[in-house]
Protein backbone atom coordinates (compact mmCIF):
# COMPACT_ATOMS: atom_id res chain seq x y z
CA UNK A 1 0.00 0.00 0.00
CA UNK A 2 0.99 3.02 -0.98
CA UNK A 3 -0.39 6.85 -0.36
CA UNK A 4 2.17 9.58 -2.37
CA UNK A 5 1.11 13.12 -0.60
CA UNK A 6 2.33 16.45 -2.87
CA UNK A 7 1.70 19.89 -3.31
CA UNK A 8 3.60 20.89 -0.57
CA UNK A 9 5.91 24.43 -0.54
CA UNK A 10 6.19 27.40 0.49
CA UNK A 11 3.48 30.24 1.04
CA UNK A 12 2.84 34.09 2.00
CA UNK A 13 -0.11 34.14 4.67
CA UNK A 14 -3.17 34.90 3.03
CA UNK A 15 -2.23 32.79 0.31
CA UNK A 16 -3.59 29.33 -0.90
CA UNK A 17 -2.06 25.85 -1.52
CA UNK A 18 -3.66 22.69 -2.61
CA UNK A 19 -2.39 18.85 -2.04
CA UNK A 20 -2.95 15.83 -3.21
CA UNK A 21 -2.69 12.55 -2.24
CA UNK A 22 -2.87 9.52 -5.04
CA UNK A 23 -3.43 5.89 -3.37
CA UNK A 24 -2.35 2.22 -4.61
CA UNK A 25 -2.32 -0.91 -3.48
CA UNK A 26 -6.25 -1.02 -1.91
CA UNK A 27 -9.31 -0.69 -2.99
CA UNK A 28 -9.80 3.26 -2.46
CA UNK A 29 -13.42 3.26 -2.55
CA UNK A 30 -13.26 1.22 0.97
CA UNK A 31 -11.86 3.76 2.70
CA UNK A 32 -12.55 7.04 4.12
CA UNK A 33 -9.78 9.28 3.07
CA UNK A 34 -8.42 11.86 5.92
CA UNK A 35 -5.24 14.36 6.71
CA UNK A 36 -3.34 15.06 9.33
CA UNK A 37 -0.85 17.68 9.76
CA UNK A 38 2.49 17.79 12.48
CA UNK A 39 4.32 20.74 13.31
CA UNK A 40 7.59 21.45 14.67
CA UNK A 41 7.42 19.76 18.09
CA UNK A 42 4.38 19.44 18.13
CA UNK A 43 1.63 16.09 18.39
CA UNK A 44 0.07 15.10 14.87
CA UNK A 45 -3.19 16.91 13.96
CA UNK A 46 -6.37 16.18 12.95
CA UNK A 47 -7.24 18.47 9.71
CA UNK A 48 -9.98 17.02 7.70
CA UNK A 49 -11.44 13.34 6.34
CA UNK A 50 -14.07 12.15 4.01
CA UNK A 51 -16.27 9.57 3.45
CA UNK A 52 -15.73 6.59 0.52
CA UNK A 53 -18.46 8.63 -1.73
CA UNK A 54 -17.42 12.53 -0.92
CA UNK A 55 -20.72 12.57 0.89
CA UNK A 56 -19.26 13.25 4.58
CA UNK A 57 -16.67 15.44 5.74
CA UNK A 58 -15.46 16.79 8.64
CA UNK A 59 -13.06 18.86 10.15
CA UNK A 60 -10.49 19.95 12.84
CA UNK A 61 -11.67 23.57 14.29
CA UNK A 62 -8.03 25.32 13.16
CA UNK A 63 -9.05 24.54 10.13
CA UNK A 64 -12.70 24.88 8.99
CA UNK A 65 -13.91 27.25 6.46
CA UNK A 66 -10.51 27.63 5.09
CA UNK A 67 -9.44 24.13 4.05
CA UNK A 68 -11.57 21.60 1.88
CA UNK A 69 -11.47 18.16 1.18
CA UNK A 70 -12.17 16.01 -1.50
CA UNK A 71 -12.06 12.91 -3.70
CA UNK A 72 -11.95 11.72 -7.01
CA UNK A 73 -12.34 7.82 -6.64
CA UNK A 74 -11.52 6.86 -10.33
CA UNK A 75 -7.79 8.47 -9.65
CA UNK A 76 -7.80 7.35 -6.26
CA UNK A 77 -6.89 10.26 -5.29
CA UNK A 78 -7.83 12.49 -2.02
CA UNK A 79 -7.24 16.30 -2.43
CA UNK A 80 -6.93 19.27 0.13
CA UNK A 81 -7.89 22.57 -0.63
CA UNK A 82 -6.12 25.68 1.71
CA UNK A 83 -7.01 28.67 1.39
CA UNK A 84 -6.25 32.02 3.58
CA UNK A 85 -3.38 30.36 5.14
CA UNK A 86 -1.58 30.88 8.55
CA UNK A 87 1.47 30.89 9.52
CA UNK A 88 0.50 28.20 12.11
CA UNK A 89 -0.63 26.04 9.46
CA UNK A 90 2.85 25.48 8.82
CA UNK A 91 3.52 21.53 9.07
CA UNK A 92 4.09 18.56 7.32
CA UNK A 93 0.75 17.23 6.14
CA UNK A 94 0.53 13.64 6.12
CA UNK A 95 -2.68 11.35 4.16
CA UNK A 96 -4.75 8.62 6.02
CA UNK A 97 -6.70 5.45 4.86
CA UNK A 98 -9.50 4.59 6.97
CA UNK A 99 -11.47 1.65 6.33
CA UNK A 100 -14.27 1.70 9.14
CA UNK A 101 -14.29 5.06 10.16
CA UNK A 102 -16.38 5.92 12.99
CA UNK A 103 -18.37 8.59 12.21
CA UNK A 104 -20.06 10.67 14.54
CA UNK A 105 -17.20 10.15 17.32
CA UNK A 106 -14.14 11.98 18.10
CA UNK A 107 -11.99 8.84 17.15
CA UNK A 108 -12.16 10.05 13.36
CA UNK A 109 -9.87 12.79 14.57
CA UNK A 110 -6.88 10.19 16.55
CA UNK A 111 -4.03 8.76 14.66
CA UNK A 112 -5.18 5.55 16.01
CA UNK A 113 -8.07 5.13 13.73
CA UNK A 114 -6.57 5.15 10.63
CA UNK A 115 -4.84 1.92 8.46
CA UNK A 116 -1.94 3.24 6.34
CA UNK A 117 -0.21 6.34 6.38
CA UNK A 118 1.45 8.35 3.44
CA UNK A 119 5.26 10.03 3.58
CA UNK A 120 4.07 13.72 4.22
CA UNK A 121 4.37 16.66 2.57
CA UNK A 122 5.88 20.24 3.89
CA UNK A 123 3.85 23.35 3.73
CA UNK A 124 5.47 26.50 4.64
CA UNK A 125 3.29 29.54 5.35
CA UNK A 126 5.76 33.03 5.74
CA UNK A 127 4.19 35.89 7.83
Known amino acids: VQLQACGGGFVQAGGSLNLSCEVSGLTFKWYAMGWFRQAPGKEREFVAI????????DYGDSVKGRFTISRENAKNTVYLQMKSLKPEDTAVYYCAADRYPSWGSSLVHMEEEYDFWGQGTLVTVSS
Open 50 to 57: VSWNGDTT
